[in-house]
C-alpha cells in the first residue's frame, strides 16, 4: 500500500456517496454568498484602503498580536468597534471560525456547563471538543430544553457556571433566536451568554448591530461579530467585557500563536462598520428583496416566506439536491446545495442566501428556473 492510498481510499468513499466536495470558480448570478449587503465590492470601502496604502499602512502585519503584529490599526477598530455595538471592549480576530474556537475552548472553566443550541456552527462543535466544561446540546430554539438541561446538571451537582451559546439568526434554516427568553434564562441562572452575530450583523438591529444589540455591554455578555458576510470584508470581532477581552488575549491558543490579520483589513473593517452604521437604505432595499422573494416562492412553489435573507428550499434527497443546485448554476443561478454533515440527514436543501448583488428581475428569473428543476 502506498502512502496515500489511505487518501485516496477515503476519497473514493465520498465520492461514492455523492459527498465529494470541489472547489468552483463564481459564476452566475449570486444567490449563494454571505455578502447581503453587497459590501464585499464597495468603493467607499476599496477607498479607504487605497488611502491606507498611500498612507504608507503595510499589506503584512509582521508577526502575532503578542509580539510585532499589534498594529495602531488594529488597535483603531478595536476601539470603534466597541463604541458601535455598545460593549466595553473589542477583540478583532483573523475569521470567525478562530474567533468562535477560541470562545468556546478558552472561557468556560473546568466545572462549568455549557449548554449550546444543537444547530450552532461548526466552529463552536470545535471549541467543544477542546473545552474544560462539560457541554450538552438543546433542541434548536426550544428555551425550556435548555432550562432543562441547567437544571439537570444542577440536580446532579454541577456548581460551576452556565453557559448559554446560540446564534441569533440560523445560517441553513434562516430562522431567529428567541433571543430575549434566553437572555432571561441567563439572569435566572446566573448564567453567561455566548451570542453568535454572524449572520445578523449588518443586516438586523438599530444601525445593523445585530438582533441582540440591546444586550450588549453587560457584564454576562459575549457577542461574536464576523466581518466576511453583511460587512463584506474579513475577520471577526469579539465584544465582551474588558476581562473577557484581557483573558483571551492571555489564554486563546487561536488568537496568540496565529499571524496577526493585515492592518489594511482592520482599515477594511473599520470602513464597513462606518457603512453599515449609515446604511439603513441598504437594510430597507434587502428587506423589500425579501419580502419580493417571499411573495413569488410562497405563490409558486408553497414555501413559507422566511423572516431573513435566508431561504431554504429542503428537498430531503442528496443526490436529487445538488443535482438540482447544478442544473441552475448551469442555467446561469449560483445556488448552492447543502447536504449531511453540514445539514442534519434527510433535510439536504438548496439554501438561496439573498443580496443586494441581485434584484427582484434576478428572483423572478431564479423562480422560473426552479420550476422545471422541482419538477
Known amino acids: 500500500m502506498t502512502g496515500t492510498a489511505i487518501f485516496e481510499e477515503q476519497h473514493a468513499a465520498l465520492s461514492r ?33 487605497a488611502e491606507a496604502i498611500t498612507l504608507g499602512v503595510p499589506v503584512g502585519s509582521g508577526g502575532s498580536r503578542l509580539l510585532r503584529g499589534n498594529a495602531p490599526e488594529h488597535e483603531a477598530l478595536e476601539e470603534k468597534a466597541a463604541r458601535f455595538f455598545g460593549s466595553e471592549t473589542a477583540l478583532f480576530f483573523a475569521n470567525g471560525f478562530a474567533a468562535n474556537m477560541a470562545l468556546f475552548a478558552t472561557l468556560p472553566q473546568k466545572g462549568d456547563l455549557i449548554v449550546a443550541d444543537a444547530l450552532v456552527h461548526a466552529s463552536a462543535h470545535e471549541g467543544l471538543r477542546r473545552t474544560r466544561a462539560d457541554h450538552v446540546f438543546a433542541a434548536h430554539n426550544d428555551v425550556d430544553n435548555f432550562a432543562h438541561a441547567i437544571a439537570g446538571w444542577r440536580t446532579a451537582g454541577g456548581r460551576g457556571r ?75 470581532l469579539v465584544s465582551a467585557p474588558r476581562i473577557i477581552r484581557d483573558f483571551l488575549v492571555n489564554r486563546a491558543r487561536s488568537f496568540i500563536f496565529s499571524t496577526a490579520p493585515s492592518p ?29 422573494a417571499g411573495d413569488v416562492l410562497a405563490g409558486r412553489f408553497g414555501v413559507t416566506a422566511s423572516v431573513s435573507q435566508i431561504i431554504p428550499l429542503i428537498l430531503g434527497d442528496e443526490r436529487r439536491t445538488m443535482a438540482a443546485a447544478a442544473s441552475l448554476r448551469k442555467a446561469g443561478f449560483d445556488v448552492r446545495g447543502i447536504r449531511p454533515p453540514t445539514v442534519p440527514e434527510g433535510t439536504s436543501r438548496l439554501r438561496i442566501s439573498l443580496t443586494l448583488n441581485v434584484g427582484a428581475a434576478d428572483v423572478d428569473a431564479l423562480a422560473d428556473a426552479l420550476a422545471p428543476v422541482l419538477g
Open 162 to 236: 452556565a453557559w448559554i451559546a446560540f446564534e441569533t439568526l440560523y445560517s441553513m434554516d434562516g430562522d431567529i433566536a428567541p433571543v430575549d427568553d434566553l437572555a432571561a434564562l441567563a439572569r435566572t441562572e446566573d448564567a453567561w451568554l455566548l451570542i453568535d452575530e454572524a449572520h445578523a450583523t449588518g443586516v438586523f438591529g438599530p444601525r445593523g448591530r445585530g438582533l441582540a444589540a440591546h444586550l450588549e455591554g453587560q457584564e454576562n455578555v459575549i457577542s461574536l461579530h464576523t466581518c466576511g458576510k453583511a460587512l463584506g470584508v474579513e475577520g471577526a
Open 264 to 292: 489594511l483589513m482592520a482599515v477594511a473593517v473599520g470602513a464597513a462598520l462606518d457603512r453599515v452604521a449609515e446604511g439603513d437604505d441598504l437594510r430597507v432595499r434587502l428587506n423589500r428583496l425579501r419580502a419580493h
Open 17 to 49: 456517496a455523492g459527498r465529494l466536495r470541489r472547489l468552483e470558480p463564481r459564476a452566475g448570478r449570486d444567490f449563494s454568498s454571505n455578502d447581503y449587503l453587497g459590501l464585499a465590492g464597495d468603493p467607499e470601502i476599496g477607498r479607504a484602503v
